[in-house]
T-cell receptor, first 112, second 116 residues
Framework: KQEVTQIPAALSVPEGENLVLNCSFT??????LQWFRQDPGKGLTSLLL?????REQTSGRLNASLDKSSGRSTLYIAASQPGDSATYLC???????????FGKGTMLLVSP | SAVISQKPSRDICQRGTSLTIQCQVD?????MFWYRQQPGQSLTLIAT?????????ESGFVIDKFPISRPNLTFSTLTVSNMSPEDSSIYLC?????????????FGPGTRLTVL
């Protein structure tokens, strides 16, 4: 059974800092990996999707890497802003299925 | 992309009652998914709802407790039956557009349920 772990559970940083969120998964036979952002009352928003054959994806100040063999992914946020404050969720899809296995998330607070 | 709406956005219910949550998508999709997020926990898949067939439930979830309807390709409902405080969670519906490794999953805003 796939298990996804995210570290740290919570993170508080001052505005402008670069930060890294970590995600690990137990079964390396993944189809893809997604990073989501969850804001209260707004559901989940997909930030980045990395296919199993890819090593990284970038979108603006966000960069996600994937090391499938070691079962790890990182989400790098550059020059953090208060608007980045949210819970960040990592989720994997195992080969051929559309259902996601989620981690518990990292709650990020960026202070002005 | 897909735009998903859910009703109600939140509710407070009494033990033993039932609540039906609605999910509407702005495009036709084959599969719709229902997830539960208990306080402090990750999202857990409840079931997959296909139009025209019975929903497929994950281990630990049963149809009697979480009956699902899927009358057409843009709509689904999830009922939480005979509720107890342990059912207090956020319930989210989602859809996947595409069938390949780049398919992105879209989520509704969620329904925050509190059972007293």
């Amino acid at each position: 059974k796939q298990e996804v772990t995210q570290i740290p559970a919570a993170l508080s940083v001052p505005e402008g800092e670069n930060l890294v969120l970590n995600c690990s998964f137990t079964d390396s036979a993944i189809y893809n990996l997604q990073w989501f952002r969850q804001d209260p009352g707004k559901g989940l928003t997909s930030l980045l999707l990395i296919q199993s054959s890819q090593r990284e994806q970038t979108s603006g100040r966000l960069n996600a890497s994937l090391d499938k063999s070691s079962g790890r992914s990182t989400l790098y946020i550059a020059a953090s802003q208060p608007g980045d404050s949210a819970t960040y969720l990592c989720a994997v899809t195992n080969s051929g299925y559309s259902t996601l296995t989620f981690g518990k998330g990292t709650m990020l607070l960026v202070s002005p | 992309s897909a735009v998903i709406s859910q009703k109600p956005s939140r509710d407070i219910c009494q033990r033993g009652t039932s609540l039906t949550i609605q999910c509407q998508v702005d495009s036709q999709v084959t599969m719709m998914f229902w997830y539960r997020q208990q306080p402090g926990q990750s999202l857990t898949l409840i079931a997959t709802a296909n139009q025209g067939s019975e929903a497929t439930y994950e281990s630990g979830f049963v149809i009697d407790k979480f009956p699902i309807s899927r009358p057409n390709l843009t709509f689904s409902t999830l009922t939480v039956s005979n509720m107890s405080p342990e059912d207090s969670s956020i319930y989210l519906c989602s859809v996947t557009l595409g069938t390949g490794p780049t398919d992105t999953q879209y989520f509704g805003p969620g329904t925050r349920l509190t059972v007293l």
